[in-house]
């Protein structure tokens, strides 16, 4: 596609459940980032994929919160047993390569969790 | 600890005019620098970058510049025009391009016809 497309752009859960959320980068990247936006808040870094494989996963706040990217394309950020705090607007960014000096992001997901 | 600060919430300016939006860091080790604009419901999308290496990068209406010393860097939008308006954050990383931004909280900019 023509830009990196996250779905869905809107998921309310309730505390407790368990959700997927996924990104499309843009076509032959093979950079991925996904960040957390809290409300009044810049992102903030969870993980990064180089290809098929977590780079650096440092900003995952705990084992709740997983990602794969499984062929190297797609990804998807797995969160269980949801809480309230974990309400926010996902991010997920794609670069064409680690040392590209920018990353393209997508529309976001906001998550609430009720 | 915010590594990258962005002190004002939000900032009002005339049509025309020039808007200034600032930004300070405080790790030592960030060598590279970025400005993104953010709509409403949008992703956040790239403007400007600045190297380490250099204190200013210009684009057109839009230049930042980087006084390494006092750790600041700024945004110029000379003239400002109201589809300026938006959320701008800063962001910045150590030595790994895009990789691990860290951002700024945001300024919020209103250009006013």
């Known amino acids: 596609g023509a830009g990196v497309s996250q779905t869905p752009s809107n998921k309310v859960t309730e505390k407790g459940k368990y959700v997927e959320l996924r990104c499309d980068p843009i076509?032959?990247?093979?950079?991925l980032y996904w960040y957390r936006q809290s409300l009044g808040q810049g992102p903030e870094f969870l993980i990064y994929f180089q290809g098929t494989g977590a780079a650096d996963d440092s900003g995952l706040p705990n084992d709740r919160f997983f990602a794969v990217r499984p062929e190297g394309s797609v990804s998807t950020l797995k969160i269980q047993r949801t809480e309230r705090g974990d309400s926010a607007v996902y991010l997920c960014a794609s670069s064409l390569s680690p040392g590209s000096t920018e990353a393209f992001f997508g529309q976001g997901t906001r998550l609430t969790v009720v | 600890d915010q590594q990258v600060k962005q002190n004002s919430p939000s900032l009002s300016v005339q049509e025309g005019r020039i808007s200034i939006l600032n930004c300070d860091y405080t790790n030592s080790m960030f060598d590279y620098f970025l400005w993104y604009k953010k709509y409403p419901a949008e992703g956040p999308t790239f403007l400007i970058s600045i190297s380490s290496i250099k204190d200013k990068n210009e684009d057109g209406r839009f230049t930042v510049f980087l006084n390494k010393s006092a750790k600041h860097l700024s945004l110029h939008i000379v003239p400002s025009q109201p589809g300026d308006s938006a959320v701008y954050f800063c962001a910045a990383s150590d030595g790994q391009g895009a990789q691990k931004l860290v951002f700024g909280q945001g300024t919020r900019l209103t250009i006013n016809p």
């Open positions: 076509s032959g990247h093979t950079a």
